[in-house]
């Protein structure tokens, strides 16, 4: 899966991909091997080589993050490059489809069939490879349809649910 983010104000491509049990990144073109492991919710222990590094994630607004690496803080966007759209969200008309952005499995539902939603606004929540991915809203709309229950296994590009 590839993102931007913007970290502390630079921007960075992350490219990351599960392997064999490990996590594979690619950071501005630098490779990274690790194992991840979340004891808790919100904390990740990073193993590189004979490094551990305990991560911190917190969310601070829709779109933003405050992740603590040891005594070092960070705020952090991250956009999905993939679902990334072009132009005015109200402009897309009709049925926008969300999809799960990799395998993985549905462990929160955030709203029901007939809620309105707004642009951005999360409709469910993924978890991958022990990260929890929010699946929102392409647009404002209404949630015509919801294809998922909470834990559900979806394969990637599985569609999940239907704005209108």
Do not use: W
Request: proline share 2%.
């Amino acid at each position: 899966m590839k993102y931007e983010a913007e970290i502390d104000g630079i921007h960075k491509l992350i490219q990351i991909e599960q392997r064999n049990g490990l996590v594979q990144a690619n950071v501005d073109d630098r490779d990274y091997e690790l194992t991840v492991v979340q004891p808790e919710a919100g904390v990740y222990l990073f193993f590189l080589g004979d490094c551990v590094y305990e991560v911190r994630v917190c969310g601070l607004q829709e779109e933003s993050l405050h992740v603590e690496v040891g005594s070092r803080a960070f705020s952090a966007r991250f956009i999905d490059r993939k679902h990334r759209r072009i132009g005015s969200d109200s402009a897309q008309a009709g049925q926008q489809l969300l999809t799960a952005p990799m395998p993985g499995k549905v462990i929160s539902l955030l709203v029901s069939r007939g809620d309105q939603v707004r642009a951005g606004q999360g409709v469910l929540i993924v978890e991958a490879m022990k990260m929890q991915n929010e699946v929102k809203s392409p647009k404002a709309g209404l949630v015509t349809e919801i294809k998922v229950s909470e834990g559900d296994t979806v394969t990637a590009n599985q569609i999940l649910a239907i704005v209108e």
